[in-house]
């Protein structure tokens, strides 16, 4: 089966630009989870969401960051403007159903932000 | 804050030794999961263990779980080189799937 896809790979921008990251998850996959990941930390948990909704956005720092899943499928996280400590790996998730129910999580390559 | 924390964070071993990794956490959990993440890639699930589960094997790895202790284990034996990667814990206290800060894992050939 095909795996989640994210775009770009790579994307390099000067603070105070705005970014746009795509996720497309698993076909059937009702929960995705948007990740960033620092160098040399784990992933932090941005938002998630359950089919349309959104289940957590506690960690989503909403002044500068800002996400929506279309009709339950593909999904876009934004950010604008961008700061020099946005620089991480954003990684998006999908699952079948909720980690709740003991399910896993399949992750795309994620997207390396470097902002200058 | 991160819910599960992991030790040690780095380890580096020859290949065909065992590797140990250890995961705490703070609150009580329904499941625990481990992940492994190679370098520029995204997180490969291995393994889940529930909370009223004391150990899981599949294939070469080996997961243990103490809720009394709120610790997990992860053991890969007879390591190779490709098992080259981070290792992550992930724990589903609260309303979210947390996520360690990772043992870094360096198999010598």
């Known amino acids: 089966e095909a795996g989640v896809a994210q775009s770009p790979r790579y994307k390099i921008i000067e603070k105070r630009q705005s970014v746009a990251f795509w996720c497309n998850p698993i076909?059937?996959?009702?929960?995705l989870y948007w990740y960033q990941q620092i160098l040399g930390q784990g992933p932090k948990l941005l938002i998630q969401?359950?089919?349309?909704?959104?289940?957590?956005d506690s960690q989503l720092p909403k002044d500068r960051f800002s996400a929506e899943r279309l009709k339950g499928v593909d999904s876009t996280l934004k950010i604008q403007p961008a700061k020099l400590e946005d620089s991480a790996v954003y990684l998006c998730?999908?699952?079948?159903?909720?980690?709740?129910?003991?399910?896993?999580?399949?992750f795309g390559s994620g997207t390396q932000l470097s902002v200058l | 804050s991160q819910q599960g924390e992991e030790d040690p964070q780095a380890l580096s071993i020859q290949e065909g030794e065992n590797a140990t990794m250890n995961c705490s956490y703070k609150?009580?959990?329904?499941?625990l999961q481990w992940y492994r993440q190679n370098s520029g890639r995204g997180l490969v699930h291995l393994i889940l263990?529930?909370?009223?589960?004391r150990e899981k094997h599949s294939g070469r790895l080996r997961v243990t779980l103490d809720t009394s202790k709120k610790s997990s284990s992860l053991l890969i034996t007879a390591s190779r080189a490709a098992d080259t990667a981070s290792y992550f814990c992930?724990?589903?206290?609260?309303?979210?799937?947390?996520f360690g800060g990772g043992t870094r894992l360096m198999v010598k050939p």
């Open positions: 998730a999908s699952s079948l159903g909720s980690y709740a129910t003991n399910e896993k999580l399949f």
């Open positions: 076909s059937g996959h009702a929960t």
């Open positions: 969401f359950q089919n349309n909704g959104v289940v957590d």
């Open positions: 609150t009580s959990i329904n499941n």
């Open positions: 263990i529930r909370s009223n589960e």
């Open positions: 992930a724990t589903d206290g609260g309303n979210m799937l947390t």
